[in-house]
């Protein structure tokens, strides 16, 4: 079915073929080979046979609560020290106010992430989330990533199950995916080693998923890591996925360096986001759906990824700030129509869905 001019890609094209999973040493030459149409065919028909001809987008709202945070990871452009110039955090007033600045849009899932602040306590986010489950009653609240839990429930002095248990009953519906970055002990200790290391990560999920919570999954890519690196963060997540099947959606981020302490780094190159995305794609295989993150690659890469294995565009995204504070030239956000319009003239059928894929 599939001709290569990388000729070692046959012993893969023949696995996909057969429904087999790919190991290490098949991942890191998905990686490796410079036959990126090739990989994008082998990668196309495994979105073709689960998804068909659709592709899937939401109508979401950010919600950046607050940039200070303890953590202070070296790729990020967001965080600030508390009282220094551009440090934020939203009060209740201020979630109100964003919420009624957008009453008439038709907005299907709240998206909610922020920094390590250890100025708020369980009440707050409490609050948070059952001031923004009263005024969108229908909408889903994807809120807080394992990171965030994690803290939250350290903080509050409160354990995993106790946290997880009064978050879920204030209205958290799911949680994004990032935090893990990269698992590997050698880049966290080179870019982030104030965070929780990939194993509490990973334990932390575990915990979600077994509470009835669904979660997305991330890996932060084009930084100091290696592809070897890639590929077994790709295989630990999947086989997380074998035990709980409680990852929703992966979402390869591209890293953006403008504005960071590691701003001398050069950016991703589109090769490069498009290979990350028919990896996941590839190795993924216990994981339904792959995203091309518009925010990140902008609109024309996330059109074409839908040909490289990507079958969700995220959402319309409105309020964005994390990556455009690291210099993302992409729009603040889209309308549905534009949405439908990226997807459609990519040849695909766009599908409105909700925050557990199914159609609105």
Not at 90 to 96: F, G, N, Q, W
Not at 163 to 192: D, H, Q
Not at 282 to 292: G, M, Y
Request: proline share 3%.
């Amino acid at each position: 079915m599939f001709s290569f001019s990388d000729k070692r890609l046959d012993k893969i094209g023949k696995k996909i073929i057969k429904g087999e999973r790919l190991n290490a040493k098949d991942g890191l030459l998905v990686y490796n080979t410079h036959d990126l149409l090739g990989v994008g065919r082998l990668a196309d028909y495994v979105r073709k046979k689960l998804h068909g001809n659709k592709a899937y987008y939401i109508s979401n709202l950010h919600i950046n609560y607050t940039n200070v945070c303890i953590n202070r990871c070296l790729f990020c452009a967001f965080a600030r020290d508390k009282g220094t110039q551009g440090a934020f955090t939203l009060s209740i007033e201020d979630v109100k106010k964003i919420l009624s600045e957008y009453k008439d849009a038709s907005i299907n899932e709240i998206h909610i992430v922020g920094g390590l602040n250890p100025a708020l306590g369980m009440d707050y986010y409490i609050e948070l989330l059952e001031t923004i489950k009263k005024i969108r009653p229908f909408a889903a609240i994807k809120a807080f990533t394992a990171v965030e839990i994690e803290f939250i429930a350290r903080n509050s002095n409160l354990s995993m199950d106790e946290t997880i248990e009064k978050l879920k009953k204030a209205g958290l519906s799911m949680t994004p995916g990032g935090g893990a970055e990269v698992i590997s002990s050698r880049v966290r200790e080179k870019l982030f080693p104030a965070k929780i290391d990939g194993k509490k990560w990973l334990d932390t999920v575990e915990t979600l998923h077994n509470a009835g919570i669904v979660s997305n999954a991330t890996m932060l890519y084009g930084h100091v890591e290696t592809t070897r690196e890639r590929v077994d963060h790709l295989i630990t997540l999947r086989e997380l996925q074998d035990k709980t099947g409680g990852f929703s959606a992966f979402i390869p981020l591209s890293f953006h360096p403008e504005n960071t302490k590691l701003s001398h780094i050069s950016p991703p190159t589109a090769i490069d986001d498009l290979k990350n995305i028919a990896a996941a794609r590839l190795i993924l295989d216990n994981f339904d759906h792959i995203k091309a993150y518009w925010v990140m690659i902008g609109e024309k890469l996330a059109q074409i990824a839908l040909s490289f294995g990507a079958d969700d565009l995220d959402g319309t995204i409105i309020e964005e700030k994390i990556t455009h504070m690291a210099g993302a030239k992409s729009a603040k956000g889209l309308t549905q129509k534009q949405m439908r319009h990226m997807i459609s003239s990519a040849g695909l059928i766009p599908v409105e869905r909700d925050s557990f894929y199914m159609p609105v």
